[in-house]
């Protein structure tokens, strides 16, 4: 078996040590209804913008309608070197709140198994890169 990149250890390594932080934020981000249509995703972009402002990130917001804004964040490294683009969804797919398969409600942000989020949007590589950049981001 091929030994894994010093790189990637550290990776792996900042993500396990953040896990209970990625949990809640990932969390409160699954409770912030964002279903499209009809695509408003006020209550989920304050939930973002909470988190950066929090963290002390700079962001701008592109809203040409204002229920629909776009987060957009430019951060500086600790390094010179490549850039990374993230681009990512803040709606997701309209969900029937009354399906009796739901375990859980739809907005719940209800974690189960520890590691299992039940949510129509659940883009947890986004949140965690999210807070990678967080926590590796040069404060300007």
């Known amino acids: 078996m091929a030994e894994m990149g010093v790189e990637k250890q550290q990776l792996f390594d900042w993500i396990e040590e953040d896990r209970d932080q990625l949990i809640e934020f990932f969390s ?6 964002s279903p499209n249509p009809p695509g408003d995703t006020t209550v989920a972009v304050r939930y973002i913008t909470d ?4 963290e002390g990130l700079p962001y701008k917001l592109v809203d040409p309608q204002p229920t629909m804004a776009n987060v957009v964040g430019a951060f500086e490294g600790t390094k010179p070197g490549r850039h990374l683009v993230l681009n990512g ?32 949007k659940t883009r947890l590589e986004l949140l965690i890169l999210i807070r990678l950049v967080a926590r590796n981001t040069k404060r300007v």
């Open 89 to 120: 969804h803040i709606d997701c797919f309209p969900v029937d709140e009354d399906d009796d398969r739901w375990t859980h409600g739809p907005w719940s942000g209800e974690v189960a198994d520890k590691v299992r989020f039940l949510s129509p």
């Open 51 to 54: 988190f950066l402002d929090h």
């Open 28 to 33: 409160g981000f699954v409770a912030s209804p």
